[in-house]
């Protein structure tokens, strides 16, 4: 049986961001855009070391919630139907920005066909979006999702 894990959403949103080009998008408007070793994807937070270049992009995963049980394809294993809260934080020098470039990430996941490797996607939930303003020279958006799963995982009862 394949190693499953959160990772495989990391991957298929890397990749997906990948795709749409939204690395490009918001590097264009960064002061120095040829610059490689920041991203505008991060994974949980940016680099500490310095001050981060807006607009960028925080994305978190929460805590998994299993919303079912069913038999798998053989006796020895189980489908889990899961959901995943996912959310994307973008962080802009005004508010119209980090708008502007929350609707270009909307774009790339609302209803997404990610591919979660050996996990089966089910669906791209979008749930509420917000803005907030951090301090004097930083807005914020937020987009929160729900990726539904459908993973074969060992029965417990084998």
């Given amino acids: 049986m394949p190693a499953r894990g959160s990772w495989n959403i990391d991957a298929a949103i890397k990749a997906r961001w990948d795709a749409r080009s939204l690395e490009t998008q918001f590097k264009q ?26 607009p960028y992009c925080i994305y978190e995963k ?4 299993v919303r079912g049980h069913m038999s798998g394809a053989t006796r ?6 899961q ?3 996912v959310q994307f934080a973008i962080y802009g020098h005004t508010k119209e ?14 209803k997404a066909a990610l591919n979660l490797q050996d996990d089966q996607l089910v669906s791209v939930k979008r749930g509420p979006d917000f803005d907030t303003k951090q301090d004097e020279e930083t807005w914020v958006w937020v987009i929160q999702y729900t990726i539904q799963l459908l993973g074969t995982y060992p029965a417990a009862y084998s």
């Fill in 62 to 65: 929460g805590e998994s919630v």
């Fill in 29 to 54: 408007v960064w002061p120095d855009p040829t610059v490689t070793h920041l991203l505008a994807l991060c994974d949980s937070s940016p680099r500490p070391d310095e001050q981060h270049p807006k």
């Fill in 83 to 85: 959901d995943v809260p």
């Fill in 97 to 110: 920005q980090a708008k502007d470039f929350a609707q270009l990430v909307a774009g790339a996941f609302d």
């Fill in 76 to 81: 020895d294993t189980e489908l889990q139907l």
